[in-house]
């Protein structure tokens, strides 16, 4: 599929989005801080529906315009719903993982018109945890380790604590584990603080807070997925809370948070099996 590439402003940004035809239904599939380019095999299992993908505030092709250095899904969500109306034929279906997931929760809590289904990918809410105390304590260690340090030893933290298995425990941040040279990173800190996950969204987009009655009563079905290899993570494991806050069950995804990829930044999970999950969900409706 050819993708259309279109840009538009909003708020404090200029974000571009990709347009594939298709006779079907519109299906954004969206993530962050992971941009368009994480999409292109899980797109290619859709060849019936209009795809669109984007890159978010800050990322890639889409520029920050109003001098912030932060973001949160408020506006990540803004930016979407423009999306959506310069797109049209809506109400649109969507696919949103991780960061992306967060976002598009505040989408529908603030446009369910404009969402017919949303699959939630694990969505990485510290607060639909029962750890949630120490683990929002770990996630703020982590940005401080940053303004402090610099990407590398803040970026393996973080790696750390994503496959982190169970509740994490008070303190997490001092435990002894691997070095940013285990990684193929450098502890050297180059001075710069314009990191898109750890300097602009990793603290908005896991404190975001779901506005649970309000997504109850939207208009929006939503779905929270988690993966079946992911158990005990974080991310899975805030996606069964927030499954929990909607009063609905989690659904079982092949693979793991990152199962749709299919050697997209080196990752590969069983796009395939994800993506036939995915469309027997929202064929579900």
């Given at each position: 599929?050819?993708?259309?590439?279109?840009?538009?402003?909003?708020?404090?940004?200029?974000?571009?989005?990709?347009?594939?035809?298709?006779?079907?239904?519109?299906?954004?599939?969206?993530?962050?801080?992971?941009?368009?380019?994480?999409?292109?095999?899980?797109?290619?299992?859709?060849?019936?529906?209009?795809?669109?993908?984007?890159?978010?505030?800050?990322?890639?092709?889409?520029?920050?315009?109003?001098?912030?250095?932060?973001?949160?899904?408020?506006?990540?969500?803004?930016?979407?719903?423009?999306?959506?109306?310069?797109?049209?034929?809506?109400?649109?279906?969507?696919?949103?993982?991780s960061g992306g997931a967060v976002n598009a929760l505040a989408l529908v809590t603030a446009h369910p018109e404009?969402?017919?289904?949303?699959?939630?990918?694990?969505?990485?809410?510290?607060?639909?945890?029962?750890?949630?105390?120490?683990?929002?304590?770990?996630?703020?260690?982590?940005?401080?380790?940053?303004?402090?340090?610099?990407?590398?030893?803040?970026?393996?933290?973080?790696?750390?604590?994503?496959?982190?298995?169970?509740?994490?425990?008070?303190?997490?941040i001092d435990q002894p584990g691997p070095s940013p040279e285990d990684f193929g990173m450098s502890s050297d800190d180059d001075g710069s603080r314009d990191d898109i996950l750890l300097?602009?969204?990793?603290?908005?987009?896991?404190?975001?807070?779901?506005?649970?009655?309000?997504?109850?009563?939207?208009?929006?079905?939503?779905?929270?997925?988690?993966?079946?290899?992911?158990?005990?993570?974080?991310?899975?494991?805030?996606?069964?809370?927030?499954?929990?806050?909607?009063?609905?069950?989690?659904?079982?995804?092949?693979?793991?948070?990152?199962?749709?990829?299919?050697?997209?930044?080196?990752?590969?999970?069983?796009?395939?099996?994800?993506?036939?999950?995915?469309?027997?969900?929202?064929?579900?409706?």
């Amino acid at each position: 599929m050819t993708a259309e590439t279109h840009t538009l402003t909003t708020d404090g940004a200029e974000i571009t989005y990709d347009v594939r035809p298709g006779d079907g239904p519109v299906l954004l599939l969206i993530g962050s801080p992971m941009d368009a380019s994480g999409f292109v095999t899980l797109a290619s299992h859709f060849p019936d529906r209009k795809i669109v993908t984007y890159d978010p505030r800050g990322v890639s092709r889409s520029k920050l315009t109003g001098g912030q250095t932060t973001s949160t899904p408020e506006q990540h969500g803004d930016d979407l719903s423009r999306v959506i109306d310069a797109v049209g034929g809506g109400p649109v279906d969507v696919f949103a993982s991780s960061g992306g997931a967060v976002n598009a929760l505040a989408l529908v809590t603030a446009h369910p018109e404009q969402v017919s289904t949303l699959v939630a990918h694990e969505p990485p809410v510290v607060a639909a945890v029962p750890d949630h105390a120490n683990a929002s304590a770990a996630v703020h260690a982590i940005s401080d380790l940053y303004q402090k340090s610099g990407s590398g030893p803040a970026m393996v933290k973080f790696i750390s604590i994503v496959g982190h298995q169970g509740e994490i425990p008070a303190g997490w941040i001092d435990q002894p584990g691997p070095s940013p040279e285990d990684f193929g990173m450098s502890s050297d800190d180059d001075g710069s603080r314009d990191d898109i996950l750890l300097g602009q969204n990793l603290v908005s987009c896991t404190h975001y807070a779901p506005d649970f009655a309000r997504l109850r009563e939207g208009s929006t079905r939503i779905v929270v997925g988690v993966g079946e290899e992911s158990k005990g993570e974080l991310a899975h494991r805030a996606g069964l809370g927030v499954a929990a806050g909607l009063g609905i069950e989690a659904t079982p995804f092949p693979s793991g948070h990152a199962g749709f990829l299919g050697g997209e930044f080196g990752q590969q999970g069983d796009p395939d099996n994800f993506a036939a999950k995915l469309r027997e969900v929202l064929d579900e409706r």
